[in-house]
């Protein structure tokens, strides 16, 4: 280890607090927070027990004592607006029979995992212990876009029960997606001039919502109204997104996906500010630090690309606070390759010159790391360095080509949680398949 190596690492050292298990390992970060309204937990991997534990643990102390009332997550509006529903009833089956929505869609694990549905169950209780009768309930929703044909289903039913005569006029418009599949061979028979854009369709139904519910007065629209707006929403952003799948440029859908998230935020904020003016939302934000760290000081940005972070630092200015995550080594639960099985995969110890290996370097196994300006952490990590992103797939055999990016990590994050040995999170209702221990020359085998 060469003079400036030591440095970062004794920088690192000076900064980090070790964390010891105790609900104070995360005072330090609530007292970074201070007053503002959104914080964004991230992960290193959509699969790691320690990130799912910390960010329910850090969730729980924001909800309980600064009056954070919104939870939103990487994930579909409609199944996350199923758990949604069962966090604010009083309702006594099992909270896991809300995660159905879950398993429609590769990768069923990422919130269908026993830590997440504890967080869940906690959520459900902290809700039925408020007794003011206008007291803010803690919500929960998906700020995703993939669900085109769910939306669908959710939208059509509402207008069904609500308005029967606006359902007829969305029967016609959906049915331009009648004779695919998937939403993919949507999107692939618009790229190929096979089919004409379902978009003035999806536009025009959106038009309609907003129509049918600016015009209610008596009774106002409530949440049920909003999530079915937000339901046609997604279905806008759903036919962009697939229609633009099959372009040159994957920056396109990256950047939709995205900016749908955070409008989302925004319409989510919007609403019940208005509903409770008199409690302000204050947003928690769970998705993967791909997503949530600043995408202007990585190497995304040199493809055009943005992302939660950068749009929700833009947009809130000033009211956001940002927390990565990061392991060196251990195990995690991804495939290795799209709608494979989930396994318990080893992670293969951090490369040099990554963010991770410097934490590893400091010989603290546990610790988190305010990044604040000034401090000799901050000043350590303005150099470029690698930082490594596990999604639901991991490939460990190519894992410098496709799992590092280049980051400046004191701007894209606000502070840092690292565990140097991790383990993979329980699937609920899947044996994830182990690896084999891993022999001395992994991931060659030569």
């Known amino acids: 280890m060469n003079r400036e190596q030591l440095s970062e690492v004794a920088a690192i050292r000076l900064d980090a607090k070790p964390l010891t298990g105790a609900s104070s390992d995360w005072d330090v970060l609530l007292d970074r927070i201070g007053d503002k309204n959104y914080v964004l937990l991230g992960e290193a991997t959509h699969g790691t027990h320690e990130f799912y534990k910390a960010r329910a643990e850090i969730s729980q102390r924001l909800i309980m004592e600064k009056g954070f009332n919104t939870v939103c997550l990487e994930a579909d509006w409609p199944a996350a607006y199923a758990i949604n529903s069962a966090i604010k009833s009083d309702d006594v089956h099992p909270i896991v029979e809300s995660f159905e929505g879950f398993k429609a869609r590769f990768p069923e694990w990422m919130w269908r995992n026993t830590d997440f549905v504890t967080f869940a169950g906690w ?16 919500s929960l929703y998906g700020l995703d876009l993939y669900s085109l044909r769910e939306s669908m289903a959710a939208v059509l039913k ?7 005569e606006a359902a007829e006029r969305c029967t016609k418009r959906y049915a331009c997606f009648d004779g695919f599949e998937d939403s993919q061979s949507y999107g692939f028979a618009v790229s190929l001039g096979a089919h004409g854009s379902c978009k003035n369709a999806v536009v025009q139904q959106l038009l309609d919502m907003n129509r049918l519910l ?5 009774p106002p629209p409530d949440e049920v109204d909003f999530a079915a707006r937000q339901n046609a929403r997604v279905v806008k952003s759903a036919e962009e997104y697939y229609r633009e799948m099959f372009s040159e ?14 409008d989302t935020v925004g319409e989510i ?3 019940f500010d208005k509903m409770y003016p008199t409690q302000p939302t204050k947003c928690i934000i769970w998705a993967h630090n791909s997503h949530l760290g600043d995408a202007r000081w990585t ?14 630092r833009e947009r809130f200015p000033a009211q956001v606070y940002s927390v990565g995550f990061s392991t060196h080594t251990g195990t995690v639960a991804a495939a290795s390759e799209w709608d494979g099985p989930v396994r318990h995969k080893h992670v293969r110890p951090s490369m040099s010159g990554s963010v991770e290996h410097l934490f590893h370097s400091t010989g603290i196994p546990r610790f988190v790391l305010p990044l604040v300006d000034g401090s000799a952490s901050e000043v350590a990590l303005r150099a470029q360095k690698q930082e490594r992103a596990i999604g639901v797939i991991y490939r460990p055999e190519t894992e410098r080509l496709s799992h590092y990016f280049g980051v400046v990590t004191s701007r894209q ?11 993979a999170v329980e699937p609920l209702d899947m044996t994830p398949i182990k690896e084999k221990d891993a022999p001395e020359t992994y991931p060659f085998g030569v």
Do not use: C
């Open 249 to 262: 440029s994957r920056d396109v859908t990256w950047n939709l996906r995205d900016s749908h998230m955070v």
């Open 269 to 271: 904020t919007k609403f």
């Open 214 to 218: 600016a015009q209610r007065s008596k």
């Open 299 to 312: 190497s995304a940005s040199n493809r055009g690309e943005h992302n939660v972070g950068q749009l929700m």
């Open 158 to 164: 509402y207008l069904r029960d609500k308005f029967p």
């Open 413 to 423: 994050f606000d502070a840092m949680i690292h565990y140097d040995v991790s383990r």
């Open 123 to 138: 959520l459900r209780e902290y809700n039925q212990e408020l007794r003011k009768p206008h007291q803010r309930k803690v």
